[in-house]
């Protein structure tokens, strides 16, 4: 099986946010970036999938230099090959412009599934996977928690409001995992030292018969008018119902008309 993973470098869970001087973008100073982590899920797939039936796992990215620290990583846990297409900066949150370099990179490789993080931690659209099995013109299942490889088909479930929804599709095919597909593993020593001697390719957009600046520009769906932090959260009010909760209750449902107006 030869398995396509598309990665997105994002900054850490952890971190802390601040808008940059331009007011569009973050602040990058200090911040942490890593494999995001719905990506690991599509990555351990694939690598369980060829440890079981063989082949080969290509990770696939579209960023900034900074990024091919998130292929190393992919290739210490176990990926045998990456490839950087270089940039990024000018489409960052356009989803459509993603997933057309990501497309164009793809299309004349060989490969049996693509796997992908159902969506990148920091825009949270879930857009990309979709947009990338249309493109491409293949079948496409979002948000997998459970799936079993047949010849030439899959069977994966995944979460619906309610409950679980099983569907099946034949190979290949783009697959969108989410947590609970499996457990994503840590990259060993051996791994860690050997994923620094192995080459990355590198693309520039230009090479995919692409213009950036048309994608960032006229071409663009999305834009970024401006960036701000959420308000602070203001201190909550209790109300003391224990001798009078009639009144409590009275005075609940005034704050809930009047200041919070949510009735």
């Known amino acids: 099986m030869k398995c396509i993973v598309c990665m997105t470098h994002v900054p850490d869970t952890a971190s802390v946010i ?3 001087a331009d007011g569009k973008h973050i602040d990058e100073s200090g911040i942490k970036w890593i494999v995001s982590p719905y990506d690991e899920y599509a990555l351990e797939e694939a690598l369980q999938l060829t440890e079981s039936k063989g082949g080969e796992v290509t990770v696939v990215t579209y960023g900034p230099q900074r990024a091919e620290q998130g292929l190393r990583e992919c290739l210490a846990r176990g990926a045998h090959d990456a490839v950087h297409i270089e940039g990024g900066e000018a489409t960052l949150g356009d989803s459509l412009a993603i997933a057309k370099v ?3 990179a793809i299309k004349d490789r060989e490969y049996d599934v693509i796997l992908v993080g159902v969506k990148g ?5 879930a857009q990309v996977g979709p947009m990338l099995a249309e493109l491409l013109d293949l079948p496409h299942v979002t948000g997998v928690v459970k799936i079993e490889w047949g ?3 899959v069977v994966a479930e995944r979460e619906v409001e309610g409950g679980h929804e099983v569907v099946e599709c034949p190979l290949p095919a783009v697959i969108s995992a989410t947590k609970g597909l499996n457990e994503p593993r ?4 051996k791994g860690i030292m050997a994923a620094k001697r192995k080459p990355v390719e590198k693309l520039a957009v230009a090479d995919l018969g692409l213009d950036e600046g048309a994608l960032a520009g006229p071409e663009a769906t999305y834009s970024v008018r401006s960036l701000e932090l959420p308000p602070p959260k203001q201190a909550g009010k209790i109300i003391q119902g224990e001798d009078d ?3 409590a209750a009275a005075e609940l449902v005034k704050l809930l008309h009047d200041e919070a107006k949510v009735i």
Do not use: F
């Open 18 to 20: 601040k808008i940059g």
């Open 102 to 104: 990501l497309a164009a």
């Open 121 to 125: 931690v920091g825009t949270d659209n």
């Open 151 to 153: 010849e030439g088909s």
């Open 186 to 189: 840590y990259a060993a020593l």
């Open 245 to 247: 909760p009639k009144a």
